[in-house]
């Protein structure tokens, strides 16, 4: 199995700055593409960002130049840089990352993964 954890969430004003964390763990043999997503109330869950191994990334455009998307493979961890916040941001960020898995003797197998999330609420 593999599991990722969400953290740095939380509140901030209009304008403010987080930094949201994913770490991989589990029996893991390598991440290919991680991603951000989120889900606001009512609505389906988007793409916010994704950067691939070879550190290749993709932005919405609601959130280039503002958000930046980075990892750090022998951490396996993937982050989120949030900056000029807006209210519009307010939502349900979720972890996504592809990975190999390491099977029973020799086998390996791909599989898509999920974070449980962690809240970004923005608000004066």
């Known amino acids: 199995q593999v599991q990722l954890v969400e953290s740095g969430g939380g509140l901030v004003q209009p304008g403010g700055s987080l930094r949201l964390s994913c770490t991989a763990s589990?029996?893991?043999?390598?991440?290919?593409?991680m991603g951000w997503y989120r889900q606001a109330p009512g609505k389906e869950r988007e793409l916010v960002a994704t950067?691939?191994?070879?550190?290749?990334?993709n932005y919405a455009d609601s959130v280039k130049g503002r958000f930046t998307i980075s990892r750090d493979n022998d951490k396996k961890m993937v982050y989120l840089q949030m900056n000029n916040l807006k209210p519009e941001d307010t939502a349900l960020y979720y972890c996504?990352?592809?990975?190999?898995?390491?099977?029973?003797?020799?086998?390996?197998?791909?599989?898509?993964?999920w974070g449980r999330g962690t809240q970004v609420t923005v608000s004066s």
């Open positions: 996504n990352a592809d990975v190999r898995v390491r099977g029973k003797g020799w086998q390996i197998y791909d599989n898509t993964y």
């Open positions: 950067i691939t191994n070879k550190y290749i990334t």
């Open positions: 589990g029996n893991i043999f390598s991440i290919n593409d």
